[in-house]
């Protein structure tokens, strides 16, 4: 058995102090092996967005132990949970976040720059992501010239061109129409397909549905963990897609 | 990640947002150039103020009468001004010209009619001793002050304004009923104050005495000192004999005259070298006032640089929090911002000292600025130092956040 992508031990997040404490998190503890295909469910407020910001490197725990492909992330200085997120997780947001007034080759091109990669080779490898989700023919494009669909694929390209262990979204498709939600959907499904390992959150049932896993979250906890297909299938949702074959 | 690297990214996230670019470094460059320019301005009146007075003649003095009746007995007369010539008392005295002086007289030539401002009646020696040389033509000699012959020498602007087009030399002017011949034009002579000192004309003293003032009493005395350092020696030798000519009238008059006045004499002694110690004084006063309100432009226009950092920054917060979450080392986002913050105050602070460059070669509210190179220092070092203090602090503050934080900062 190969040491699971992430692994996470009795994690708590605490926010305020005195009357105003919130229990966001009150003690999750999950792993998640290489090539599954997890969806976090859960109503507002039950700290699946809090949980996704720590799994991202982006915040910390109050306590408990978090490992990301064998590295202990709690125990990181600031320079090397640059170094995790940078390497380790690709992060997609709700908002999709990508920088203003900045092409989509550029904004997709920027972890590689502060990976330290060199110009050419960071642009072969940002133009082939943008290929994986069908953007190659927006690469000159700028933010406010794609639709949210497309600005969204941008940011899953802009994901997984570090060749990351985890890809991380947040609600990807919160802020997408129906049309663009499929989209976004599908070029999930191929990824996880081509053995990516995906961890996701979402409210909406149909994006929870195609998931290999399905992780529901009710204040701080784990209430349900049902295995909807095996980590070495394709998606269930898969099949119905444009990309079959 | 090289340093390369990050200032492409620099010259990117200025190019992003070009008008807001363009408006900080607008602002710095208004600040920087306003600062240099003020300066300059004050440092030019001040310069032109003491040309002005270096044109007057550093080694002359001037006798005026005080009196404002012209009582005979204090008045300035040719005698008293012949008496002034004396080897024995007054040894250091080059040459004494007593000095008259016809407010707006008009003059005529061939219909065409001109206002002189100053029409001035003296011997030859003023000439030198008040650094007025001829351009065309010649001076009077003291054969025609003898004869009282009418010639004259015009200024510059009363040469345009009666001959334009024309040599006036040898040509008649009609001036208080009598005909002068031109004989000379003065070279071209920096203004002195609000008066054009070119509108003169300048006959010899009996002719002028004749015909415009009557044999009254003389206006002033010009004494012209054999050098520079003999001024005040030549001041107190002139004031001996002056109180020996006019003594025993003076004590009386004065006293019944000028009641609480200090001065007892009867006359006043204007030294240049004395007056442009003053004036110096002056100027120096007047620069650091300049100096005060460049000062708080530049404070002005500090606060200004910072304001724009500050909102540069701060709205690009979130910006920053999206490098950090893909994975960007603090160093990297700080030294991004710490280069765009130094290529915008520096570009708009060597744009600023062009324009100030540009704008001192014109000039401004009647002066010629002076640009005074410390100025350019202080002005630059003062909005570069702000740009990068006011630009770095709060990025660095940024870069220090946790992703998240700076991610949902609004």
């Known amino acids: ?245 | 990640m090289s340093l390369y690297e990050v200032i492409r990214f620099a010259l990117r996230g200025l190019s992003a947002n070009k008008l807001r670019s363009a408006l900080t470094m607008l602002g710095i460059l208004i600040g920087v150039a306003a600062v240099i320019l003020l300066v300059a301005v004050g440092n030019g009146s001040a310069k032109a103020i003491s040309d002005r007075i270096e044109a007057l003649g550093t080694n002359t003095i001037t006798v005026m009468s005080t009196g404002r009746g012209g009582t005979t007995s204090t008045a300035l007369t040719v005698p008293i001004a012949n008496a002034l010539v004396d080897p024995a008392l007054a040894p250091d005295v080059a040459s004494v010209s007593p000095v008259v002086t016809a407010s707006s007289s008009t003059m005529t030539y061939e219909g065409t009619e001109h206002s002189v401002s100053s029409f001035v009646g003296t011997t030859p020696s003023w000439f030198a001793a008040s650094n007025t040389p001829v351009g065309t033509g010649a001076s009077f000699t003291t054969d025609d002050e003898a004869q009282g012959r009418r010639v004259v020498v015009i200024g510059q602007t009363v040469s345009e304004e009666l001959f334009p087009g024309v040599d006036p030399i040898d040509k008649q002017v009609t001036v208080g009923g009598a005909l002068f011949t031109v004989i000379g034009v003065l070279s071209e002579k920096s203004s002195t104050g609000f008066q054009d000192a070119n509108d003169t004309a300048i006959a010899p003293l009996s002719a002028v005495r004749e015909v415009l003032t009557g044999y009254g009493s003389l206006n002033s005395i010009l004494v012209e000192a054999k050098s520079p350092d003999k001024v005040d020696a030549v001041q107190s030798e002139v004031a001996t004999i002056l109180n020996q000519r006019l003594k025993v009238s003076a004590t009386a008059s004065t006293t019944s005259r000028t009641g609480g006045n200090t001065s007892s004499t009867p006359y006043r002694i204007q030294n240049a070298s004395q007056l442009l110690a003053t004036q110096t004084e002056t100027a120096d006063t007047f620069t650091t006032l300049l100096g005060a309100v460049a000062a708080i432009s530049l404070l002005v226009g500090g606060i200004g640089i910072t304001n724009i950092m500050l909102v540069t920054v701060t709205e690009r917060t979130r910006e920053i929090g999206i490098r950090k979450a893909l994975g960007a080392p603090r160093r990297v986002i700080l030294t991004q911002f710490l280069i765009e913050a130094t290529l915008l105050s520096v570009l708009g602070g060597a744009l600023g000292v062009a324009a100030a460059l540009i704008g001192s070669s014109f000039e401004i509210v009647g002066v010629k600025p002076v640009i005074v190179p410390s100025s350019i220092g202080l002005a630059l070092g003062v909005s570069i130092a702000i740009g990068l203090f006011f630009g770095g602090l709060p990025a660095s503050r940024a870069a220090r956040l946790r992703p998240i934080d700076a991610l949902r900062y609004e």
């Open chain 1, 1 to 245: 058995m190969p040491r699971p992508v992430l692994d996470v031990r009795d994690l708590t997040k605490v926010y305020g102090t005195g009357e105003a404490t919130v229990h966001a998190l009150a003690g999750v503890t999950m792993s998640v092996d290489r090539g599954d295909y997890v969806a976090i469910m859960g109503s507002s407020g039950s700290g699946k967005s809090t949980l996704m910001n720590i799994l991202g490197a982006l915040d910390v725990p109050t306590a408990g132990s978090y490992h990301l492909d064998g590295v202990d992330v709690s125990k990181l200085v600031d320079r090397q949970l640059a170094l995790a997120r940078n390497r380790l997780i690709g992060f997609i947001f709700q908002a999709f976040n990508l920088i203003p007034r900045t092409t989509a080759l550029a904004n997709v091109e920027l972890p590689l720059a502060y990976a330290g990669v060199k110009a050419k080779e960071r642009r072969r490898r940002a133009l082939a992501a943008l290929e994986v989700v069908g953007l190659a023919d927006r690469a000159k494009h700028e933010p406010n010239q794609l639709s949210g669909g497309q600005q969204q694929r941008v940011a899953v390209a802009r994901a997984l061109v570090t060749e990351p262990a985890l890809l991380l979204a947040d609600e990807p498709t919160g802020n997408l129409d129906s049309h663009s939600t499929a989209d976004v959907l599908e070029v999930f499904d191929e990824l996880s397909a081509s053995g990516r390992t995906i961890v996701l959150i979402t409210h909406e049932p149909e994006v929870g549905d195609r998931a290999k896993r399905l992780i529901r979250l009710v204040d701080g906890r784990i209430v349900e963990d049902i295995r909807q297909s095996a980590v070495d299938q394709i998606p269930v949702g898969a099949a119905t897609g444009r990309h079959t074959r």
